[in-house]
């Protein structure tokens, strides 16, 4: 066997938001306001001075993005916005000498004391407030998953680029080295002609999920009719309500486990090969264990069919096995098998090994080093800012990601494969999935329809 392990010799024990979290430096950014006429109107680089920036969505994964951003020099913290008074009153309490809170986000984009927004509200948001933003003429850095329907992954490409918008999707482990090593070894074809990727994120969560809350009365201070927004309206759950992580467990405002976290892990494979958009999509699924106050799937099976090769997805919240036969405690574990005529390659956030195939690969190197590391993810946004050229995980790339994860929801939901034509960017030969991959939103508010088109 072929070992590689440029990182860790051993899969991670865990690759949760919360460690994540853990290592986000949290830094306090000094008050220094640039008129807008020096920083340059929206489409043109600042040619000096701090790049002023806003927070929609106040709370763990939003913060950390901010905090990456603000430990830089070139940062100045503006604004802060949340429908819960508390969550935007801390962040305006650490950035006290420049930030002012919002409860509206649409109140905070029409600021001229802004240039950009890091977007981390629950996913039924995402949408809406990105086109909100390129409308209003502001960067995006737009938090994982980019949106949970097909039509709006469109409109939200399409706004970008109708307004010159500089974007970033919020898929921070792509901007790791050993991701960078992993793609470099795929494409020196080592591994021979790939015709599977089997890719997963698992867990035990079992007995009791999420849990069940016996009190459901609106804390004070937060607008729970903003939170819910576009997504059908239901009574406030301060499970539902305290991050991410618990979001997952409720569809309509995520899209359960797979938009939460393929994001991540499906990037690897379509980034390394290259991948477009798949021709066939099907999947299966559902809550068949669990029983907490949420509704998602605890189980979800998807085969995305590309025009030469096939790509899997598997998520378990009940258990967490990862195909290595091993005991292992329950947690949350996650990988993907890039499987060649020469050998497999398996790799996860921290590593990656590779087993031959005989001794088809016994005279076959690593390739060396060639994909240059990354300054980081909120940096290169940053960065790109600057120099009005789009980051490595814009939207035109990640639309690539995430077409793919909505098409696998709406597959679920229909119960029936969904063909797709990748040169039209449309669902074909169901009117119905054709339909409904366009979402219907709550009253008052409306889906964008005038920006499905390029």
């Known amino acids: 066997m072929l070992r590689v392990t440029p990182m860790n010799t051993e899969p991670p024990t865990s690759a949760s938001r ?16 640039v008129p807008a006429t020096v920083l340059g109107a929206a489409g043109q680089p600042p040619p000096s001075g701090r ?19 603000a430990e830089h020099p070139d940062v100045v913290v503006t604004g802060a916005c949340d429908p819960w008074k508390s969550r935007r009153d801390a962040v305006v309490a650490q950035f006290k000498a ?23 509200s629950p996913p039924h948001w995402h949408a809406l407030q990105a086109i909100a933003a390129c409308e209003a003429g502001k960067d995006i850095y737009l938090q994982k998953p980019m949106t949970l329907h097909l039509g709006e992954s469109l409109a939200v490409r399409n706004a ?6 500089i974007s970033q999707i919020g898929t921070q482990i792509h901007a790791g080295d050993n991701y960078r090593r992993v793609v470099e070894f795929i494409r020196s074809g080592n591994l021979g ?62 899209g359960g486990w797979t938009p939460g976290m393929a994001p991540h892990i499906i990037d690897l494979p379509v ?26 799937y605890d189980h979800h099976e998807v085969l995305w069919q590309y025009p030469n090769l096939t790509m899997t997805w598997m998520s378990s919240l009940t258990n967490s096995y990862d195909f290595l036969m091993k005991s292992q405690p329950p947690e949350r574990r996650l990988g993907i098998y890039f499987q060649g005529s020469n050998g497999t390659l398996y790799a996860n956030y921290g590593m990656f090994r590779v087993l031959s195939e005989g001794d088809r690969m016994k005279d076959k190197e690593a390739p060396p080093a060639s994909i240059p590391s990354s300054p980081g ?53 169901d009117k119905e999935a054709a339909r409904l991959a366009v979402p219907e939103y709550r009253r008052p508010w409306k889906f964008p329809k005038n920006y499905l088109k390029a």
């Open 160 to 165: 970008v680029r109708r307004h010159n918008i």
């Open 271 to 296: 980034w390394a090969l290259k991948l477009g958009y798949p021709t066939m999509i099907s999947s299966a699924g559902g809550r068949y264990i669990l029983e907490d106050d949420g509704d998602a």
């Open 51 to 69: 790049i002023r920036l806003g927070l929609i969505g106040c709370g763990g994964m939003g913060r950390a993005n901010l905090n990456n951003c």
């Open 377 to 429: 993810h909120e940096r290169e946004w940053l960065d790109c800012i600057k120099s009005r050229q789009q980051p490595s995980c814009s939207v035109f790339y990640h639309v690539h990601v995430d077409v793919p994860i909505v098409l696998s929801l709406l597959s679920l939901k229909l119960g029936r494969a969904i063909r797709f034509d990748p040169k039209t960017e449309q669902v074909i030969d």
């Open 18 to 33: 919360r460690d994540f979290l853990k290592t986000a430096a949290a830094a306090i950014a000094a008050p220094c306001f």
């Open 193 to 254: 002609r790939i015709g599977t990727v089997r890719t997963f994120n698992v867990m035990n969560q079992t007995p009791d999920g999420v849990g069940h809350a016996s009190d459901l009365r609106a804390p004070e201070g937060l607008d729970w009719d903003l939170w819910c927004g576009p997504a059908a309206r239901c009574d406030y759950n301060p499970i539902l309500a305290t991050d991410a992580y618990y979001h997952s467990s409720w569809m309509a405002y995520s």
């Open 98 to 120: 420049s930030c002012r809170p919002y409860a509206d986000y649409r109140e905070m984009l029409q600021q001229p004391d802004l240039d950009a927004v890091i977007i981390a």
